[in-house]
């Protein structure tokens, strides 16, 4: 049975691996294909043999490519293919991808339709709903956007076989994230089925795409717009984001955000929200999922402060992070200060 988000633009289904439907889908006449180059070199010949390969797009995933001024090519190429008013985008790939093609779709003509294939996991179990579309601003990550949803998303587990290891724990960050906001019992559901999710199993990795799911449709339905708790779902991206920026993204953004919830925990415990038990069954749990440990990776603090600066989320003259209390609620500080910042930079390597 499709999930249903509701939105004030539409109501828009996710599929999760109903095969005929992504197939006509797929088949749909009048459609442009927006590919991650990657995807399309593994599934052309498999999941992908029917997209049309005379309206065929093919995107190399990178931040640098999710540039504004990179996008000119995108838009040209896709009016070059004969784009109308009508047609439909066919995105086929994970965030970057989602994002390039959401993008485009909000604003050629002032708005196509257009549909979602989530490639991976990370994409699959979050960021395909929700309807954001957000891209660079030179260095400074998803800047410009808007929110428009597409008219439909189809999710096949089958893309997620070639996924890397690291790109799986990606994706776990994010479930972490979710089932730790939405209280104790889910995030004690997550650690017992963790082993399980780690070892790619194919029931529990659909569990947790649904449940996922289910969580974050809570948020984007009641705050649509992030005035509110829709804000909640950045638990980790304020530090998060600022780590990507500071590698120059070589930490893949799902493992940016899990280092993201130690740091935002620290700042919370030294405010006395949660105890220091908390802090370490996080800091644990999350260690399993991350390929990085912040005392053995060099981050600049005085990078990660600039980028913090630059958070669309910042609104005041502090600095923005959203951290959790210890009876479960969470809550979105606005008066962080850089001494705050530099603290829980240096108790996360230990020094």
């Known amino acids: 049975?499709?999930?249903?988000?509701?939105?004030?633009?539409?109501?828009?289904?996710?599929?999760?691996?109903?095969?005929?439907?992504?197939?006509k889908a797929l088949e749909?006449?009048?459609?442009?294909?927006?590919?991650?180059?990657?995807?399309?070199?593994?599934?052309?010949?498999?999941?992908?043999?029917?997209?049309?390969?005379?309206?065929?797009?093919?995107?190399?995933?990178?931040?640098?490519?999710?540039?504004?001024?990179?996008?000119?090519?995108?838009?040209?190429?896709?009016?070059?293919?004969?784009?109308?008013?009508?047609?439909?985008?066919?995105a086929i790939g994970?965030?970057?991808?989602?994002?390039?093609?959401?993008?485009?779709?909000?604003?050629?003509?002032?708005?196509?339709?257009?549909?979602?294939?989530?490639?991976?996991?990370?994409?699959q179990a979050d960021s395909c709903i929700g309807a954001?579309?957000?891209?660079?601003l030179g260095m400074m990550k998803n800047q410009i956007g808007a929110f428009y949803p597409p008219g439909a998303i189809y999710?096949?587990?089958?893309f997620l076989a070639t996924l890397s290891n690291t790109d799986i724990k990606s994706g776990l960050g994010e479930i972490a994230k979710l089932s730790i906001i939405d209280g104790e019992?889910?995030?004690r559901e997550f650690k017992t089925d963790l082993p399980a999710l780690l070892?790619?199993?194919?029931?529990?990795?659909?569990?947790?795409?649904?449940?996922?799911?289910?969580?974050?449709?809570?948020?984007?339905?009641e705050d649509e717009f992030d005035k509110g708790i829709r804000n909640y779902l950045n638990y980790g991206h304020c530090?998060?984001?600022?780590?990507?920026?500071?590698?120059?993204?070589?930490?893949?953004?799902?493992?940016?955000?899990?280092?993201?919830?130690?740091?935002?925990?620290?700042?919370?415990?030294?405010?006395?929200?949660?105890?220091?038990?908390?802090?370490n069954e996080h800091r644990s749990t999350i260690n399993e999922i991350v390929d990085f440990s912040l005392d053995k990776i060099s981050l600049n603090e005085g990078e990660i402060i600039s980028a913090m600066g630059k958070d669309k989320k910042r609104v005041g003259s502090g600095y923005a992070v959203v951290v959790l209390h210890e009876d479960g609620h969470m809550a979105k500080l606005d008066d962080v200060h850089r001494d705050e910042l530099i603290h829980a930079l240096h108790d996360a390597k230990g020094k």
């Open 1 to 23: 049975m499709p999930l249903e988000i509701r939105s004030s633009a539409s109501v828009y289904k996710v599929n999760i691996d109903e095969e005929e439907a992504s197939e």
């Open 28 to 90: 749909r006449e009048g459609s442009i294909f927006l590919v991650d180059k990657k995807v399309w070199a593994k599934y052309k010949t498999g999941l992908l043999w029917r997209v049309d390969t005379r309206r065929l797009i093919l995107i190399d995933a990178t931040e640098r490519n999710k540039e504004f001024r990179r996008l000119r090519a995108v838009f040209l190429k896709t009016l070059a293919l004969g784009a109308r008013k009508n047609i439909t985008l066919v």
């Open 94 to 123: 994970g965030g970057i991808i989602q994002d390039i093609a959401g993008f485009v779709a909000a604003t050629l003509f002032r708005g196509v339709p257009w549909v979602l294939f989530p490639s991976t996991l990370l994409a």
């Open 132 to 136: 954001k579309s957000s891209v660079n």
């Open 155 to 158: 999710i096949s587990t089958r």
């Open 185 to 187: 019992t889910r995030w």
């Open 199 to 221: 070892g790619r199993d194919g029931q529990a990795i659909r569990k947790w795409i649904e449940l996922s799911l289910g969580i974050k449709k809570k948020y984007i339905e």
């Open 239 to 279: 530090f998060g984001h600022a780590i990507e920026a500071a590698t120059n993204n070589r930490i893949p953004h799902g493992q940016a955000v899990s280092l993201g919830i130690i740091l935002a925990d620290i700042v919370a415990l030294n405010r006395g929200y949660i105890s220091n038990q908390r802090l």
